[in-house]
């Protein structure tokens, strides 16, 4: 009978899952979706190797827990004889005490809900999901595997918040995340481009609807623009970035907004969509900026961030061999490529363009290589499962 690992990613308005064959290459037999969960109409869509598995339709979701209901139907339809192995899960947010990848039990899950504050919003979704596979499949081992493992042993220096020292011990500190990316990237680079350049001084520019920039050396996180929340560094499709403290209270005393109205400010209506007042998506943005000046900031201000981060980050590597474009913006968009890569020809950037426009995995001719290199979450998170179930790699 065929084994397989699912791998599960709930945001906070769709569901991600793959699906892979528990061989040794961990081949993908079908990825799929739940998009717009919360709008009047959501989307359910599977595309696999097989004709049979491919659909797209319109579904009912109000919230997550009837998408939960919709997936977990569709499984138990799929799999009716057992033959999931396990099920990984990309967790988001651990707080201090959760970030190797390890077996979801319901001692873990009664912390991750008292870690809830640490990120309101991802882990209530997430917790969701893992406790619907537990009620539906509860034989199926299921392993959390979390964001912030990669920049778990950041440097202190890069680590310490500028707070009062005891908020450390209550977990409050600098966490990173899109690490299940980085760690698939520096794989990916040492099998691309060698051992040598994967060990050397790496930047990480994972650009989609989420954004960091994460600087690496020797193979290790040395610093990260995403912070305590990945709310923070740079601006995204609907989140801030980094803003000044003080706005929190300004808001509070002239406009009263509650700390969850100003939560839900600069997660879900700033960034992108708050500077062009039109479009988190950068597409349409690039399609309106002649047009449109608010579009054409909003693009101005994102990749004027992102290049001030990696140059940030060069110096924190007094240095700079490599840098990697990946997420969706990153890989698709070599109008934003260019554009990044503009303004740091000081710290040895040249792009090719005809080689950008490609893109090829390698696009610069400068002292810095500069590459495109495809991100997949999913074959990470089923890797880190087969490694957390067994040190030799066997379910």
């Known amino acids: 009978m065929s084994s397989f690992i699912l791998t599960i990613n709930g945001g ?8 892979f064959d528990a061989g040794p290459t961990l081949p993908r037999i079908l990825s799929g979706k739940i998009e717009s969960i919360g709008q009047p109409q959501s989307t359910f869509t599977v595309k696999g190797q097989n004709p049979t598995d491919n659909f797209s339709r319109s579904i009912t979701a109000p919230d997550h827990h009837a998408a939960v209901k919709a997936l977990m139907d569709w499984i138990r339809e799929r799999f009716p004889r057992g033959e999931l192995s396990v099920v990984a899960h990309r967790i988001v947010h651990g707080g201090p005490k959760y970030w190797q990848p390890q077996r979801i039990t319901l001692a873990m899950l009664k912390e991750l809900r008292q870690l809830s504050p640490f990120d309101p919003e991802h882990l209530p979704e997430e917790i969701l999901l893992a406790e619907a596979f537990q009620r539906n499949f509860p034989d199926v081992p299921q392993i959390a595997c979390f964001d912030t493992e990669f920049h778990h042993d950041l440097p202190r220096v890069a680590r310490l918040l500028p707070i009062p020292r005891r908020y ?20 990916e680079l040492a099998r691309v481009a060698g051992t040598a350049a994967a060990q050397g001084r790496v930047i990480i520019a994972h650009l989609g609807n989420g954004a960091s ?17 990945p709310t923070a560094g740079i601006p995204m499709s609907t989140r801030s970035g980094d803003l000044d403290p003080g706005l929190n209270l300004y808001l509070s005393r002239t406009e009263h907004l509650t700390p969850e109205q100003f ?12 500077i062009s007042e039109s479009s988190s998506d950068v597409r349409q943005l690039l399609s309106r900026e002649n047009e449109d000046p608010r579009a054409a900031e909003a693009i101005a201000i994102f990749c004027y961030q992102a290049a001030k981060w990696i140059a940030a980050l060069a110096a924190a590597l007094e240095g700079l061999d490599t840098l990697i474009f990946a997420g969706g913006i990153g890989e698709n968009s070599s109008v934003i490529r260019s554009r990044i890569c503009a303004r740091l020809a000081f710290i040895g950037i040249k792009l090719i363009e005809a080689s950008n426009e490609q893109p090829a995995p390698l696009i610069s001719a400068g002292a810095v290589a500069v590459r495109v290199i495809r991100t997949d979450e999913e074959l990470m998170l089923a ?11 066997k379910l």
């Open 12 to 19: 906070s308005s769709s569901i991600k899952f793959a699906l």
């Open 168 to 187: 450390e011990a209550k977990g409050i500190r600098r966490y990173g995340f899109h690490g299940i990316s980085c760690a698939y990237l520096m794989e």
């Open 213 to 229: 920039i994460t600087a690496v050396r020797g193979g290790k996180s040395m610093d990260t623009s995403m912070a305590f929340t």
């Open 263 to 274: 939560n839900h400010l600069v997660n879900h209506e700033s960034g992108l969509l708050g």
């Open 383 to 393: 890797r880190s499962a087969v490694r957390a179930l067994d040190g030799h790699g």
